[in-house]
């Protein structure tokens, strides 16, 4: 077995790691937010905030809720292509009461458990490679 096929391995398998530890942060992180925004209330969606780049266009809602008796508005972290609510439509969110502009929506929870499956399977493909390509140096002959 040649140096060049152990560092090629390792590369590939070290990137499977990397992206099978993706999914892990970001349930961590939902569990996080889903734990401290624990006050419900309703909110309307206000309109919608168009992101545009070189090669597409998204749009995140913008929320209006009230919380703690004040009136609050807050431009979502997430944007999809298409607009998945109309403008008035009303949706469950949840919030921080220490702090209400922190807010956790569940329907947003899609697209990170969307990822969390892509990167998932990514870092089973790279951690294959290199276990494969070993097996195969080292075995095979």
Known sequence: MNNET????GIFFLMGLIFQAVPVILKYLRKRQSERCTSMTTATITGYVCRRDDSSTTYAPVYHYWANGQEYEKTSTFSSSRRKHNTGDKITLYYDSSNPKIIYVEEEQSVLNLISVIFHLLG???MGIGVVVIFCTYYVR
């Open 124 to 126: 089973t493909v790279f």
């Open 6 to 9: 152990i560092i090629l391995s």
